[in-house]
Each structure stands twice: as C-alpha cells, then as structure tokens.
C-alpha cells in the first residue's frame, strides 16, 4: 500500500511549549482546542506567537497534492487529526510504503509512549507511525529544518527537506490523507484545509472528512470550530 499524507502544519508550526500551552488553556479546558484556543494565544504571545507561514511548503504541498490526486484512483481524506489514518490504513495491510509532508516525525517522542503503545495499544498523532512499524517497509518523512529528530532511531526512516529530493517515489498512491492538526497548526491558516479539500472534491469528487480518532491530546469542541475559516480567502 502506496500513502502520501500530509499534515498541514507542515506550512506554519504554531505548536507551543506544553506549559505555555497550559497557561492558554487553563484547568477547566486543558485538552481542548477550539477555534478561541488560538485568539488566547494571540492575545498572550502577541506577536511572539509561532505562527509564520512557510509559503514555500504550502506551495510545495498544493503542488504534490494536485499531482497525485489527479493520478489514478486514490481513496482521498481529510481528517482532524493525524492519528486517524490508521481507520483508513486497516489493521491487515502490509508492506506499506509511507510518505510524509509534516512538522513532526509523528513515529515517536517518547519513552511513556513507547510504553502505552507495547502495552496497550494507545496510539496519539505523535506516534502512529511507530504504532505500524512491523509492517511498514518504506517512510519517507519530509520535515523543516527546525524538525525533530525520532527518539528510537532503530526506525529506519528516510529524512528529507524537500519532497523531490525523494527517489524512487510511487508513480501512483493508494491512500491520500490530509490532517488539519488544529493543536499545532494556527486557525488563521486552516483556511489552506478547506482549499485543498475543494480542490480534491472539484478532481475526483467528494472526499471524505475524518472526525473519529485514536488519541485523545487534542479535541475540538465542536465542529463548527473545526470549519472556522472555511470559505476564507
């Protein structure tokens, strides 16, 4: 199984420091991410908040995107989160060849994870790529240069800056999986989602949204948040 996926913070990190995260949140919503969760970190972090937009990266993804939506067949989906594409990956498909537009490594960041997974199968967006190792043969991870190193490096991956620097690539996918990652990604850019999907839908029809999920870090509250930018230019 051929996958391209790509997360969409991949154009513009804006993911805090887990104790800058839970002064934003507070005690009563720690967990929750709303479309409000970013107007706090505005008004917090004013204009030290991370959210600069890479226009080269969103280019690069349009780009890819539109390539290999229009090749083939694809089974073509958007989701909110990253760990979700295991319910489209199945739990009897092997040899599996990954590849990876995305801030983050998403195999595994640490040992409490390594641990909840061996143990008990818990899986988040930060490790699903860990959670299918014994049957992928191929991930190709294309990250930033400020991106994180994998943890357990035993994972043999392949790490690149731009997504042509990868040879050998799949003429065609099999799967194409779009996250929005709201908890890292800020509300301003998630009209760059919306646009991508109604490409998709304009290529081959409508796609599917992926509202379930495996890990439980980052929740919306509503899904009217989640379509916060829809429409916007």
Same mark, same amino acid.
């Given at each position: 199984?051929?996958?391209?996926?790509?997360?969409?913070?991949?154009?513009?990190?804006?993911?805090?420091?887990?104790?800058?995260?839970?002064?934003?949140?507070? =005690?009563?919503?720690?967990?929750?991410?709303?479309?409000?969760?970013?107007?706090?970190?505005?008004?917090?972090?004013?204009?030290?908040?991370?959210?600069?937009?890479?226009?080269?990266?969103?280019?690069?993804?349009?780009?890819?995107?539109?390539?290999?939506?229009?090749?083939?067949? =694809?089974?073509?989906?958007?989701?909110?989160?990253?760990?979700?594409?295991?319910?489209?990956?199945?739990?009897? &498909?092997?040899?599996? &060849?990954?590849?990876?537009?995305?801030?983050?490594?998403?195999?595994?960041?640490?040992?409490?994870?390594?641990?909840?997974?061996?143990?008990?199968?818990?899986? &988040?967006?930060?490790?699903?790529?860990?959670?299918?190792?014994?049957?992928?043969?191929?991930?190709?991870?294309?990250?930033?240069?400020?991106?994180?190193? =994998?943890?357990?490096?035993?994972?043999?991956?392949?790490?690149?800056?731009?997504?042509?620097?990868?040879?050998?690539?799949?003429?065609?996918?099999?799967?194409?999986?779009?996250?929005?990652?709201?908890?890292?990604?800020?509300?301003?850019?998630?009209?760059?989602?919306?646009?991508?999907?109604?490409?998709?839908?304009?290529?081959?029809?409508?796609?599917?949204?992926?509202?379930?999920?495996?890990?439980?870090?980052?929740?919306?509250?509503?899904?009217?948040?989640?379509?916060?930018?829809?429409?916007?230019?």
């Amino acid at each position: 199984m051929n996958i391209l996926t790509i997360d969409m913070d991949y154009i513009a990190n804006s993911a805090l420091s887990s104790e800058i995260g839970k002064l934003v949140q507070g =005690p009563n919503t720690l967990g929750a991410v709303d479309s409000m969760y970013w107007d706090r970190v505005d008004r917090m972090l004013g204009d030290h908040a991370p959210n600069k937009l890479d226009s080269r990266n969103l280019e690069e993804i349009v780009e890819v995107f539109s390539k290999y939506v229009a090749r083939g067949r =694809p089974n073509v989906v958007f989701g909110l989160d990253h760990d979700s594409i295991l319910l489209h990956i199945g739990d009897r &498909t092997t040899d599996i &060849t990954v590849i990876n537009l995305d801030q983050h490594h998403d195999v595994i960041y640490s040992n409490e994870s390594h641990y909840n997974i061996s143990e008990f199968g818990r899986v &988040t967006e930060g490790d699903w790529v860990y959670y299918i190792k014994d049957r992928v043969i191929r991930y190709c991870w294309v990250g930033n240069e400020g991106s994180e190193e =994998p943890l357990f490096t035993n994972f043999k991956y392949e790490r690149f800056n731009l997504f042509r620097d990868i040879e050998d690539i799949p003429y065609q996918f099999d799967l194409i999986y779009v996250c929005l990652s709201p908890g890292y990604l800020h509300k301003k850019y998630w009209k760059y989602f919306w646009q991508l999907k109604d490409l998709a839908d304009n290529l081959v029809g409508y796609t599917p949204l992926e509202t379930r999920r495996l890990g439980d870090q980052y929740k919306l509250t509503s899904e009217l948040d989640w379509r916060a930018g829809y429409g916007s230019s």
